[in-house]
């Protein structure tokens, strides 16, 4: 059974460009988190998704960034023209679709983003 | 609102027990979850609690008082390979999204 998948593991962007991170949830998880963590800090909730629908975006930049989950394939994370107070880890979560669990975050390996 | 505090850092002996606390402050709490991150690593799940009381897996175990907006993370027989980030996590809000504090950054000695 697979885990949280991301990719890529590191990106490298010039500024001005666009970055698109890709998260595809464990199997059977239709809830998918974004977060964003910078050097020294701890993890920042940017987004919350199930499929097709934003749940909440209250943790997301009202400009360049936005997030889809659409029917089939990843969730994407885009962040248009980048700047380099943008370089971060950019780690997804999911958890099931039933609220009777106790619907637990598990986390993907991330994504590095390097804006030069 | 919603808020975490937790130390930034701490420091142990291989093999004593460290006792990592935690402080929120969450609008529709609903859960106090612990993960482990090592550095250049994803958060790794460790216990979650929503009732008061503790929960014990092995050499881990999680209290939580919601009265007093309180948990801790209790670590036994303490391991180098325990050096690690513990982040504290409440749940809570219209959504039940997680919020984070910064982390405590645990350093396991010889």
């Known amino acids: 059974n697979a885990g949280v998948m991301q990719n890529p593991r590191h990106l490298v962007r010039r500024r001005g460009q666009e970055a698109r991170l890709r998260c595809s949830p464990m199997?059977?998880?239709?809830?998918v988190y974004w977060y964003r963590q910078l050097p020294e800090e701890g993890l920042k909730f940017m987004v919350y998704?199930?499929?097709?629908?934003?749940?909440?975006e209250s943790g997301m930049p009202k400009e360049r960034f936005s997030a889809e989950f659409p029917k089939e394939g990843p969730s994407i994370l885009r962040i248009q023209q980048v700047v380099r107070g943008d370089s971060a880890a950019y780690f997804c979560a999911s958890s099931p679709s039933t609220r009777e669990t106790q619907e637990t975050q598990y986390f993907g390996p991330g994504t590095r983003l390097l804006v030069l | 609102g919603q808020n975490i505090d937790q130390p930034t850092e701490m420091t142990a002996t291989e093999g004593a027990i460290v006792q990592i606390n935690c402080t929120y402050q969450?609008?529709?709490?609903?859960?106090l979850f612990w993960y482990q991150q090592h550095a250049g690593e994803a958060p790794t799940f460790l216990s979650y609690?929503?009732?008061?009381g503790l929960e014990e897996k092995g050499r881990f175990s999680s209290f939580l008082s919601r009265s007093k907006g309180y948990s801790y993370l209790l670590l036994k027989e303490l391991q180098m390979k325990d050096s690690a980030s513990y982040l504290c996590?409440?749940?809570?809000?219209?959504?039940?999204?997680?919020?984070f504090g910064t982390g405590t950054l645990l350093a396991v000695q010889p």
């Open positions: 609690n929503v009732l008061d």
């Open positions: 199997k059977g998880h239709s809830h």
């Open positions: 969450t609008s529709g709490f609903n859960g």
């Open positions: 998704l199930q499929k097709e629908n934003i749940i909440d």
């Open positions: 996590a409440s749940r809570g809000g219209a959504t039940n999204k997680l919020i």
